[in-house]
């Protein structure tokens, strides 16, 4: 059976649709996930920058600076 008779016939066990990861080229879709991860992570921390940056194992600055490279105002989340 070829690879791609083998990935269209995978079953639903996987944490992404194919439809979703037909969608976009890895690395957007790494900037997608990432995106969303950290907005989801800023509001279970309501807001805690620093309580955010402990969690991911970076200082608060690095956070400041994946914040700019991922286009989100932390200001904004609120």
């Known amino acids: ?10 079953d639903s066990r996987g944490r992404f649709s194919s439809a979703v990861l037909r969608s976009a080229p890895l690395d957007e879709l790494l900037l997608d996930l990432e995106t969303e991860y950290l907005i989801q992570l800023h509001a279970d921390r309501q807001g805690n920058l620093e309580s955010m940056a402990r969690q991911l194992g970076i200082t608060v600055r ?3 600076d994946r914040f700019k490279r991922l286009g989100i105002r932390p200001q904004e989340l609120r």
Do not use: H, I, N, T
Request: glycine residues 0%.
């Open 62 to 64: 690095a956070l400041y």
């Open 1 to 10: 059976m070829s690879r791609r008779a083998l990935l269209e016939k995978s």
